[in-house]
């Protein structure tokens, strides 16, 4: 049994009020909140220890770097990497994806294809979209079934010879659904075609093992899971980002420089190039540690309580309809009642202190598929209660009164 | 026709019986009920403002010296907050709307529906009324 208080506890942003109420946080879809570790992380490291990494050969740029390269040893740890040099950081999955896509780019042509699906969040569309605009490859899409589940057979049917890469996610940020990533994987390699997973609503949330799982990428953020913005992570198989040309030029990226040819670093190096976001992946190792503590399978099964008792309590409010409806689902719950916008629910629960989110939540083509406007959305976190649930759903049913 | 002035003052005044933000809410839900329909051939793709959020459509047509303000959005608190915006605007003339403060908004506490961030339209719905009035006072 998890201690919720004590874990409560250690988020200091918990305690505050919103619009005179206690805040009832449920949009950790769209960020986390952060430790107290993590915060004093930050603070730590710009106090007592500021200073560039792997290049001073002064004590300060050593302890930064020590701590820096802790934090990947951390990432490799939590993921189940076989190498600590497959963790490459960038600014957050949006990053990730971006990179991957524009190095990837150059072994493509036309005839080729990438198969990515109608759940994605614009993040895992329009990079996609960009490389094949430029490489002359063609974009195919998994098409979603009605209870928000990939249509298998669909993707059955656009593997081929031609696949040369598959990119979805591991949670839908507007559904909830958890995909059956080992399947994809499996019939991708089937067509050697590569796989990339977007797994920034799963990594606080499912224990992942790269090795295991054999994804040749797999992204996610910091500011998903406690830690702080402006930090990702993005796994890739040696082999496979030892082939990639590198994606940004500069310093900390290279091996030699002449005016006339340049030879790059050796992973991870080769993709880091420029000062990265030091204090970020100094702190964001608190947020794994806290992960760690409380362990990644209690929070799961702790969520998928929660997850369940909002949904039947949800269910009971009457005109509600929830979008996502697969049986393996994570802690998200995307709704509309009926002849309500999901705007003005949004914003008459926040005068009660209850953070929702709304709109289209970077998804429009699940929007379009469902013909709706956008959805009002529960995302849940550790941290949050079954007390908070009941807050929630009562300020969505005087939402409801006002608005009828 | 009262002044555009004279009208913020009225409402100020009238926001001031609301003792907490429920009452508030429910008469801006009521004037989003209460505001008279956008004819649906105005309701096109050209008069629609899109915001992240909500949508809403503003048309405008000039008569004898004044611009008429008509307009819908789909979410109705957005759509009370035009309402509120269309009775002080409409049926004043280009160059009164143009000149136009709104700050009366931030007096009825209603500044942070306005901000870009709620992405509802509304921010550039004043905008496109202004573009309008500008138009018209040439």
Redesign the interface.
Known sequence: MLDINKIRAQFPILKRKV?DKDLVYFDNGATTQKTQSVIDAETNYYSYENSNVHRGVHFLSGLATDKFEETRSAIQEFIGAKHKHEIIFTKGTTDSINLVANSYRTLLGKGDEIIISEMEHHSNIVPWQMCCEISGATLKVIPLLDNGCLDMNEFDKLLSENTKLVSVSHVSNALGTINDIETIIAKAHNFSAKVMIDGAQAASHITLNMQKMDADFYCFSAHKMFGPTGVGVLYGKEEILNKLPPYQGGGEMIKEVSLKKTTYACLPHKFEAGTPNISGVISFKQAIDFIKEVGVSEIAKYERELLQYATTEALKIEGLKIYGTAAHKSGIISFNIEGL????I???VD?MGVAIR???HCTQPIMDRFNI??TARISLAVYNTKQEIDICINAIKKAKL??S | MSTIKEIQTEIIEDFTIFDN??QK??YI?DLGKELSPLKNKYKTEENLIKG????VWLHAEYTKGKIIYTADS?????KGIVAILINVLSGQSPSEISNAKLDFLNDIGLKE?LSPTR??GLVSMIKQMKIYALAYSK
């Open positions: 619009n916008h999901p705007y003005d949004g914003v008459i005068k709304t709109g289209h406007p956008g006002m608005l | 933000w429920m809410y429910e839900i992240c959020q909500s949508r789909d979410a109705i608190m957005t529906q992405a509802n």
